[in-house]
């Protein structure tokens, strides 16, 4: 309610008695200062005022309204006041005052400076209203607040824990997993070692290779960061280096050309295992005697797939010895199946290509 | 892999408890022109017998029959300088960040390229023919070589 100089009551066709009679029974706590008296002093209060302060009409005109301050009135609150009368300013704070009876209450202010005709401030007119109300309710909004945060910060410290415990039961689980690699391997080797040469100790040899290469997928996807990815490139490389340390440099060559590929671990096993089983395959099948060669062996990521070619120079598919087992073969073919992929086995003349394409989940 | 043998080897004493893989990995330094001088099983079996007769080198796996042992042997061990320790271990979180003095870490599971050239890079070291920093030659997956090691 702000009343400018040229919005005086005298310019409404109304009985000034009738603004009175209406002020005073508003439901608003309201009083009016004289700006010109000394100490302006409280002039007039409406009904809500006495009862909101519990004071008499007579025990507050004629004093100043500080008398509703107390110990716990903001004295940064109060300073505004009296900064926006000095300076004749409206003004709208919000405080603790008391009441008479000594009890406190949250009182919300709106002061309004009134001028005469000649702009000159008269009097101060304020209304009040109490939020002792919405300050508890806020309070109350903040203790809710900082009990949802207790139990967040609860349930946040139990999840923590089940992650560790998770974290620690991978990590156990993984190390026996590397553990029981290690011991199925030395078996292998082991019985290899003692059956005489010939087709059986091959077999186990061969047996012992392809726990190899899963063992190596397996210490690849634990010994990274993340144990849900596994780095195809990063296998490739050492599978290669590892068959290569095997080749004579002057006849075989390996070679190999991977794209940087991670993908999901489920897939570790079984890629490795085929990446392993075509490329020793190719090495062992495509050079008979002393037949001088190259293997070369590629993956591409393309269109959502994994795209891989391995091929040699060698003697091509129908030359190969006849080979009645045929175990790397069909071992590759079950594993493209599993990863849901397709195989072509082309004559390259020279030598044989393996195209396989493999559909990576849009995940991956 | 056995090819390029170097002198007569190094005598190595071998720190696991389980058999086979100890037994298989006996065969395999054999095949590499190494000799194994002893097995053990316990912290306490492994102390002893590389204090009694201080091997070239001492392969220490951290779990052993009386619980995550490993390291202080391999601290033990590493203490003579006639000994270089190299654990291998699935576990290698269990090998502090100083690597206890050893060399370095194989992990298990090993192949045996990575058994075989730290083992020939120890050897060339020990007869003088190669530098004290190991070079690309022992940047293998599943070798971790300690920090002190490093060039």
């Known amino acids: 309610m702000k009343i400018e100089n040229d919005a005086h009551a005298s310019d409404f066709p109304l009985d000034g008695n009738v603004l009175l009679g209406a002020f005073a029974s508003s439901p608003t706590p309201m009083a009016l200062v004289d700006a010109r008296q000394p100490d302006q002093p409280i002039v007039w209060v409406n009904d809500a005022f006495t009862q909101q302060t519990g004071y008499g009409r007579h025990e507050v005109v004629g004093r100043n309204c500080r008398m509703l301050q107390g110990p716990d009135s903001d004295r940064a609150e109060v300073a505004r006041i009296r900064a926006a009368i000095a300076a004749g300013q409206p003004c709208e704070v919000e405080l603790f005052n008391y009441r008479k009876d000594g009890t406190r209450f949250w009182n919300a202010m709106t002061i309004n400076p009134v001028r005469n005709a000649e702009g000159v401030v008269t009097h101060f007119y304020s209304a009040q209203a109490d939020m002792t109300e919405k300050q508890r309710l806020e309070q109350a909004m903040r203790n809710a607040n900082d009990e949802l945060e207790r139990l967040v910060d609860l349930r946040t410290a139990d999840l923590s824990a089940a992650l560790e415990q998770k974290t620690a039961l991978l990590h156990e689980v993984d190390h026996r997993v590397k553990n029981n690699l290690q011991v199925i391997s030395s078996l292998i080797l082991l019985k290899a070692r003692r059956t005489p040469e010939g087709e059986a100790r091959d077999a186990l040899q061969g047996i012992a290779e392809r726990v190899g290469a899963l063992s190596t997928a397996h210490r690849m996807l634990y010994s990274a960061g993340d144990a849900t990815r596994f780095n195809l490139q990063d296998f490739a490389a050492d599978l290669l280096s590892d068959l290569n340390a095997g080749l004579d440099p002057e006849r075989t060559h390996l070679e190999g050309a991977f794209d940087p590929i991670a993908v999901s671990a489920a897939m570790a096993a079984p890629l490795a295992l085929m990446i392993h089983e075509l490329t020793t395959n190719a090495l062992r099948h495509a050079f008979p005697g002393d037949r001088a060669g190259r293997v070369t062996i590629e993956a591409r990521r393309q269109a959502e797939a994994l795209h891989i070619t391995i091929g040699d120079d060698g003697v091509g598919l129908g030359s190969a010895a006849p080979n009645p087992a045929g175990f790397g073969r069909s071992l590759v073919e079950m594993v493209v199946r599993q990863l849901r992929g397709a195989i072509a086995w082309h004559e390259n003349a020279p030598g044989t290509r393996v195209e396989i394409r493999i559909p990576l989940g849009s995940e991956d | ?151």
């Open chain 2, 1 to 151: 892999m056995g090819g390029d043998r170097c002198g007569k080897g190094l005598r190595v004493l071998v720190v696991e408890d389980e058999v086979l893989i100890a037994l298989e990995l006996e065969c395999l330094l054999d095949d590499l022109g190494h000799t194994t001088i002893g097995v053990a099983a316990s912290s306490r079996e492994a102390i002893a017998l590389g204090q009694a007769d201080p091997p070239d080198v001492a392969l220490v796996d951290v779990h052993l029959v009386d619980g995550p042992t490993g390291v202080e042997v391999g601290r033990t061990l590493s203490a003579d300088p006639r000994t270089t320790v190299v654990f291998m271990t699935a576990n290698a979180k269990r090998v502090p960040d100083d690597y206890a003095g050893a060399f370095g870490i194989i992990a298990k599971p090993y192949t045996e390229r990575v058994v075989a050239s730290v083992l020939h890079y120890l050897c060339e070291r020990r007869a003088g023919r190669t530098g004290d920093r190991p070079g690309p030659e022992l940047s293998l997956d599943g070798f971790n070589l300690a920090p002190r090691a490093r060039a």
